[in-house]
C-alpha cells in the first residue's frame, strides 16, 4: 500500500496574497531537511501539502520524525493512498489503522469529497466505511462528539487518502519567513530556547558566541556547537561566529570599575554582535535575557545594554521563570548539554558586587577609558566562521 505524509500548514493558511511565499518557504525547507531520505513530491492543495515518496525504500519513519521539527507545520499524519474505488477503499481502511483502532474505544468516520465524480456522496462514504469498521473491530463504538479516533477518508484527484489521528507538528512560521536574526549564543540554558522561539516566528538564525581563550576551553566551544546543532534540527543551519574575546576583557578588568565590569562587556557583546548581524543581513539581535534573573538583567542594567544596538533587540524569553524556559529546553534536547559544567566567558571574570541599577552615564564614563573601536575590530579580525548544519 502507497504511503504519503499529509501537512497541515496552519498558520500559514490565514496570509492571504502571501500564502505562495510562505507555501514555497515551507516546502524548501521540508526538502532540505529530507535530505538523505530518498526522493519526495510535495503537493500543495488547500491547506494541506502531500509528500509523497517517489522511491519505494525512502524511510518514512525518519521522515515523519524530522518533519515534527519543521516550523510551520501546524500537524501532520501519515496517509494510505489508495484507489478510488469503494470496494478498495472499504478493504484498506481498517487494515491500514489496524493499530489506532485496536487502542481506540471510540471512532468516527469523516469523509471529504474534492472529486465530486465521485459515485459515493461524503456521508455515504462515512456509513460505508463506519459499518465496514465496526464489522473488522466489534469492540469500537461509534461517537460522532468525542471520538478517541477519526478515521478521515479524502477522495482527491489522483488517489484516495486514508488517515486517522494527526500529530501535533512543530507549529509556528516557515524559517526563513520573517527574515534573519543573530543570535548571541552562550553554552547556557537560555540562548538556544530563545533563539528556537524566535525561529519558530520564521526566523533565520545566525549564531555569534564569545569565547575567551585561555579562560574558556575548546570543549565549551564545541558545547556551544552541540547546542547549535540541536536548534538546527528545527532551522535547518547556523551560520556560527566565534569571536575571541578575551582582549576585551582584559582590558575591561584592567580599565574600567569592577562593579561595572559585566555590563561593559555586554555593551562590547552588542557592538560586536551588531557588526556581524549588518554583514549577514539580519535585522535584530536576540538574546536569552529575563527580567530580574541575574544583576546584568535588570530593567536598568538592559536599558544600558540596550542602548549600544541599532536594531531590535528580540528577548523572547523576558518575562519567563526559569523552570518554563527548562521546560522548552528538554523538550528541544539542549538542557542536557547546557548543564555541562564548562566554563562561559560571562564567568570568568565575574565582579564581586556587581551594580544592579548602573546608569546610561557610568557606563559611557566608564568606556572612555577604551579604544572601543580598535578593540572592536580586532576581535572581528580574529573570528572564526563555522557552518552549523543539522546533518554535522
Ligand atoms: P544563558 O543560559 O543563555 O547562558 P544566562 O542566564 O547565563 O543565559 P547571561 O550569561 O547573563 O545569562 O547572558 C545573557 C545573554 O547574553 C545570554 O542568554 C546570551 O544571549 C548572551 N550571552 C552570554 N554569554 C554569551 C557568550 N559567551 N556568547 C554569546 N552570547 C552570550
Ligand atoms: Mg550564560
Redesign the pocket.
Known sequence: MKEIILIKNGELALKGLNRRTFEDILVKNMRHRLRGLGKFKFTPAQSTIMVEPENEDADLDEAESRLLKVFGIAALSRAAAVEKDMDVILASAGDYLCDQLMSAETFKVEAKRADKHFPFKSPEICAEVGGKILEQFPHLRVDVHNPDIVVMVEVRDYYTYIHGNQIKGAGGMPVGSAGRAA????????????GWMMAKRGLNLVG?????PPY?SPRAEMK?HTLCKKVAQYCGHIPLYV?P?TRIQEEIKEKCPEDLF?LVM?RF?MRC?EKLALKEECGAL?????VG??A??TMQAIACTDAVPNMPVFRP?IGMDKDEVIAISRKIDTFET?ILPYE????VFTPKHPRTKPKLYMLEEAEQALDIDALVQDALDNTKFIMIDNFR
Open positions: 543570535l548571541l549564543v552562550s553554552g547556557g540554558i537560555d540562548s538556544p530556547v530563545a555569534v558566541h564569545f569565547a575567551s574558556t556551544v569571536v574575546f559585566t555586554r557583546m554582535a536576540i538574546t536569552g535575557e529575563s534573573q541575574v546584568s538583567q524569553l547546557s562561559d566567558c560571562c564567568t
